[in-house]
């Protein structure tokens, strides 16, 4: 049944692109024909990969595509459910949302057909990946996932910059690719099979199945913006459409992350502990520097698109946790590691994509990007804001909301360090988990900004002070997202103990005691360890809002009046805190992580005042210059070599015809 319903889901979505196809003509196909489509695909996407995960069975059949002698093999067991849970709920809200915010197209120089039809194709290509069980089958599914993305990140094309972003993306998507089939070739070569299950079968060398895993790790690393590898994604996810952003940041970032769980847990028989210090080495890195771009960025969705990399830094922290303990044989510890980053991927497609579309709704209404030019949204986009708020606490891990219970496990597995025999791992796992406390406080900096500047305050431009609330539709799809960030955070025992299955499947061993004290209390490893329970966290805070409302209620009324202006006039929108100004002590404690180029230039008349001062702020991601701008001089030096080969004389190409003719005879001779 599981199967069957995910199988629904995918020809679902690619019904929703055949509907899209008459778009152009009749607009309400998309908007009530495809985005119903997409809603049903979600919701059997979800009910499919909760009956796997329920059942903890693999369900292993074939679809009679493929080659002729090569059938197309399909596995559904719980790892591949659990993300289709999370393509599904996205999904879900997003054909909730999408109507409302694709109306601005509808009379645009854009065809709505395209977006409908590589918006289909893109969410059945992600949940074909999941269910692909050899490696031809996988890499189709894959590229049909990039192609499709790349058509989408492109919509706009009419914009340099869409169009700059989208090849930049395609590049590097197919680099990534090209890495992926090689790591399946040393595995199909090993295995003597494309199939997964021969691979399965196959004891791997110990030095090939480090290149294979360097190979996974890059190709797959690639797809979820691990840095240095990261340079498409801040460039890709701010100019799709916002409904694509939190799909493309909020699953097909998962995709990658299950990708390489499915490799390196599964494909491989015995991970090396080595593995887990190069993901730990690599996670901290992406979450460090992820989240100081992003507090250095100005555009919301390239904010985000940053917060996305600090993300999937975390999910690999936990990750080399669990190749870490699993490797040296603490196979309980790797389990709750591995249940950590499974939690945190799921939590982050939730608030990720409440962002997302909380940023699509703030730029439909305003038609602005840029913080610097809003303010005082709250009050005129009260739900969009109220949503975000949600969004912004789950992100900043701050109980009771779902964010902080997965960094939470995180840190419960970092903490049983102590237990390791290596000195070098004991000082390598706390340096992590400092520099994952350091990413949480940094992102609860950067979210302050995020909010403030945006939704509180006076509003800064004409376009945001005659801002008004979103359709229903867009409401509704993100207040589906908020619930969930909350209910994540409040019960997550129960969920826990349900995707245990995972670790159970993969490892053999799961977490007994995560619900040992009742649904009440998470105990992760054992309930005289570490415990926490999210209800009474809400409670104490309902408690103490309560009394401060009863104090506050008990004292005489304060009398309102305008704040002292200091004998200038009325408060103004420039007299607030902008969003450079909010960055700038964390941009010059950590100056050596960006390249600066900061200027003032100060205009003078005849008095000994200014008359103008003009201030220039343009801060780099050091990787652009020191790995793709070399990559790019070296390809253009080549390519203006090659090109002296056209001449555009006839007599020369004869010459090259004539010589290859000469030199082809005389090897074959």
Known sequence: MSLFLVTLAIFSALLSSVVSLGADRYSVLLRYGSFIFLGITGICAIIGGGLVLNDNEPIITQFPLGLPWLAWHVRLDPLAGFFCIIIGIVTTAVSLYAPGYVREFTHGQYPLSVLGLFTGLFIAGMLLVLIADDAFFFMIAWEIMSLASYFLVAYQHLQSANRRAAFLYLLMAHVGALSILMAFSVLANVGDGLSFDAMRSAHIAPLWGDIVFGLALF????????IPIHAWLPEAHPVAPSHISALMSGVMLKVAIYGLIRVSFDLIDKPHWSWGVILLIVGAASAVLGILYALMQNDVKRLLAYSSIENVGIICIALGLSLLFIAIGRPLIGSLALLAALYHALNHAVFKGLLFLGAGAIIHTTHEKDLERMGGLLK?????????????????????????????????????????DSGVLRALIPLSAALLALTSALSVACFVKLYGIAFLGQPRTRHVKHARETSWGMKVGQGLLAVLCLLLGILPTNLISFIDTIPQNLLGVGLPSASAGGWLWLTPIAPHVASYSAPLVILSIAMVWALVYLFLRGRKKTRLTRPWECGFGEPTARMQYTATAFAMPIRRIFKPIWRIDESIEESKNKTLYSSAIRYQLSITDHSWTALYEPIGRTVLFISRLVSRLQTGNIRVYLAYSFFTLIILLWVIT
């Open 380 to 420: 005129r986009l009260p739900y969009t804001g109220f949503f975000f708020l949600i969004g912004v606490l789950s992100i900043s891990a701050l109980p009771p909301f779902n964010g902080f219970v997965s960094e939470w496990l995180i840190f419960q597995a970092a903490l049983q360090a102590p237990s390791l």
């Open 219 to 226: 190709g797959f690393g690639m797809k979820a913006g691990l």
